[in-house]
């Protein structure tokens, strides 16, 4: 069985160590970290095999582990992926949106390179990236929609100079339309479909990305249409949020748990 590492105890990262921890992914769990020790610990209690918190992350990514997966946040890949890699740990990303940053997917890159190891991005909040991969060589356009309840949007960076008030907003509002590297970075914690996107296809300058805010929706919804020599390809994805974290989407961590399921079990891989 893969040894795991998590890098990150909140939503995401909780439901990760519980789906190792049932037997879902066949993998053990022997070390986590995050920046708050209460989380960490927190987590730790809620799991029958219990994993060694480590100290910093520097300790988490030399320990014995097979693979370490990212769910803190786009700091934290900043920080830590090279690191990682340079243990000789495989790595999977939550928080793609840091690998818009160019200097940082070059330097991840390289260091899959360099050290032989594997990087994962699981799809996400969203679908059809197998098809949108595809077809990459012929795209010419490629857009994204994105449509939340503007509680699941507050606290992003856009609104430190946006004088937009999302608890006045009563109808549907549009409150960005930009390209995806600005998406990301406005929006860090609620848009990492975007960069997931724009990898895929035609890279984050050129991926347009619209985010609107409706009070009357309950869910996270994502609509993809992609146009070019194939064809056209129409994509409406309509998320429930998680329930201990709205900013994300429940599929964005079943998503990830069946990523690491199906690198741990080496067993038929079905798609692109």
Do not use: W
Not at 45 to 54: A, N, R, V
Not at 97 to 111: C, H, N, P, R, Y
């Amino acid at each position: 069985m893969k040894r795991i590492g998590l890098l990150g105890c909140g939503a995401i990262g909780t439901q990760i160590a519980l789906a190792i921890d049932s037997g879902k992914i066949p993998a053990k769990l022997t070390h986590i970290y995050d920046t708050s020790k209460e989380r960490a610990s927190s987590l730790a209690s809620k799991l029958k095999t219990k994993p060694e918190i480590t100290q910093n992350a520097a300790l988490l990514a030399s320990s014995p582990v097979d693979l370490i997966v990212e769910a803190a946040s786009q700091d934290a890949v900043r920080d830590n992926a090279l690191t990682i890699l340079q243990n000789r740990k495989d790595l999977m990303i939550m928080s793609v949106g840091a690998l818009l940053d160019e200097s940082i997917f070059d330097v991840i890159l390289e260091g899959c390179k360099d050290f032989k190891k594997q990087v994962y991005l699981p799809s996400g909040a969203i679908a059809g990236l197998d098809a949108i991969k595809s077809v990459k060589e012929e795209l010419e356009s490629l857009t994204l929609v994105t449509t939340k309840n503007p509680k699941s949007l507050k606290g992003a960076k856009f609104f430190e100079t946006s004088d937009i008030n999302l608890d006045k907003i009563n109808t549907t509002t549009t409150i960005y339309e930009g390209n995806a590297e600005d998406a990301v970075r406005l929006f860090p914690a609620n848009i990492n479909v975007a960069a997931l996107l724009s990898l895929t296809g035609l890279g984050n300058k050129n991926t347009k990305v619209r985010i609107v805010a409706d009070p009357n929706t309950d869910k996270n919804t994502h609509q993809i249409e992609a146009r070019g020599k194939f064809g056209k390809i129409s994509i409406k994805v309509e998320n429930v949020p998680d329930q201990n974290n709205p900013k994300t989407s429940r599929l964005a961590t079943l998503s990830a748990i069946e990523c690491l399921r199906s690198v741990c079990s080496g067993d038929m891989r079905i798609g692109t």
